[in-house]
């Protein structure tokens, strides 16, 4: 039976989120879409990282990188919690892909800043509107604790970010090949608690998270028999209430498909 999107009840629980609110839902499978503010600028947090690890898998693709390229981890480049790498010694070298994979899997913040200052900010920039991003965009390293205070932020808009993971779904994105390691990294993620966060364990997610002090956000396919595209985004945000509403409406999308087979 074809979903039946309920877009009353769903908006109706947007409503009840405090804060700023974008909202992007696709049906992949027929195309149907529900929006709210899906085109606005909202902080980024950690979701920044999704377009950072397309970008790298771009110029990969064009024979402008490398994934075994070997970018040096130091000391001076360690960063706040998530992540691992501020534990390694200083002075080691990892590979290109692996700093995508901690961005991404353990939302790594120093693997975040290795890789931004690697390619840099203007360069990344120009790879997300050669990507289609039109107001996605960096403007600082994280915890640059002085550029946060002169109000540089880095920025998502909802809608692009589901325009982003539905290539990556349908292997559109560059070629099937880049599609896919851009996708299986996305399946690996391990912080789990937002979209994912009351669904069957039997259905896949691919997708994203970002968090910071009032902000909570989270781009994901959700690879249900009827698979669908969900963005949610939230700045001045009561972030518990929040990722409430993200695991309830994430779940009455899913609908019927509780149980596996």
């Not at 149907?32 to 990282?49: G, H, T």
């Not at 290795?114 to 965009?137: C, P, Q, S, V, Y």
């Amino acid at each position: 039976m074809a979903r039946v999107l309920d877009r009353a009840v769903i908006l109706d629980r947007l409503s009840r989120v405090p804060g700023t609110v974008g909202f992007y839902y696709k049906d992949l499978l027929t195309g149907e879409e529900l929006c709210l503010n899906e085109n606005e600028e909202y902080e980024a947090a950690s979701v920044i990282k999704l377009p950072m690890f397309a970008a790298a898998a771009k110029l990969v693709s064009e024979g402008r990188a490398s994934w075994e390229d070997k970018l040096l981890c130091k000391a001076e480049d360690r960063v706040p919690s998530c992540g691992v790498l501020r534990f390694f010694d200083d002075g080691i070298e990892v590979s290109l892909k692996t700093l995508c994979a901690l961005m991404i899997t353990i939302s790594d913040n120093m693997a975040t800043n290795i890789i931004m200052r690697h390619f840099g900010i203007d360069r990344l920039n120009a790879e997300f509107k050669a990507m289609g991003l039109e107001k996605t965009h960096i403007e600082r390293l994280l915890f640059d604790s002085a550029a946060g205070a002169a109000g540089k932020q880095n920025k998502i808009v909802p809608k692009e970010m589901g325009m982003l993971l539905e290539q990556v779904w349908r292997h559109e994105f560059i070629d099937e090949a880049t599609s896919k390691v851009v996708e299986d990294i996305l399946l690996e993620q391990q912080i789990n608690h937002k979209i994912p966060g009351y669904l069957p364990g039997h259905i896949d997610v691919a997708h994203k998270t970002g968090e910071d002090s009032g902000i909570t956000n989270d781009v994901a396919v959700v690879c249900a028999k009827e698979p669908f595209v969900l963005c949610i985004a939230t700045n001045r945000t009561d972030v518990p209430e929040a990722e409430r509403a993200m695991r309830e409406i994430a779940l009455m999308l899913v609908g019927d498909e509780q149980e596996e087979e």
